[in-house]
């Protein structure tokens, strides 16, 4: 039988993990199998930079922490796990999902978007939205070709008045 010292322990990682959780607007399980510590590092690196970090955790205890806040994962709680936390919601999904372009060896899984238990296919529909600045782009794009076309129509429109002087 365990000692009160270790349950206490293993009690405090679980509400970890579950403090985490209620605190991410998402939450992305990864396999990282046979990926160097270089690689985990890169990736922590650059996961920093939109405020969000990766924690490996044993798989029971992370099923325990999502079991308390009412979230089913266990299908995708197999083998050597990571999660990635995000206080954002769409960068820290961009950031993984180009990070496992580059590495062979490490498999986007599934995860919590919103509370909502999500799979690899909803993962990459996030994943392919255009960043913050892009849709800025298109929309500032898109304004600029009314203005565009309603400078020409004036244009037209003066040029046709003129003629009938």
Not at 11 to 27: A, L, P, R
Not at 65 to 89: C, H, Q, R, W
Not at 91 to 114: M, Q, R, S, W, Y
């Amino acid at each position: 039988m365990a000692s009160s010292k270790i349950l206490a322990g293993k009690q405090q990682i679980i509400d970890e993990i579950s403090e985490k959780v209620k605190g991410s607007e998402s939450v992305i399980l990864f396999r990282y199998a046979q990926s160097t510590v270089a690689d985990l590092q890169e990736l922590r690196r650059e996961l920093k930079k939109v405020d969000s970090d990766v924690k490996i955790y044993k798989n029971t205890l992370v099923r325990r922490a999502l079991s308390d806040n009412g979230i089913t994962m266990d299908e995708y709680l197999e083998g050597p796990n990571a999660i990635v936390f995000g206080k954002d919601l769409l960068e820290p999904i961009k950031v993984l999902d180009t990070f496992a372009k580059k590495h062979d060896n490490v498999e986007i899984v599934g995860g919590i978007i919103d509370n909502n238990v999500a799979d690899l296919s909803v993962i990459k529909d996030y994943a392919a939205i255009p960043s913050m600045e892009g849709l800025l782009t298109m929309f500032a794009g898109g304004l600029i070709e009314h203005v565009k076309n309603l400078s020409i129509a004036l244009n037209l429109y003066a040029e046709q008045l003129g003629d009938e002087n």
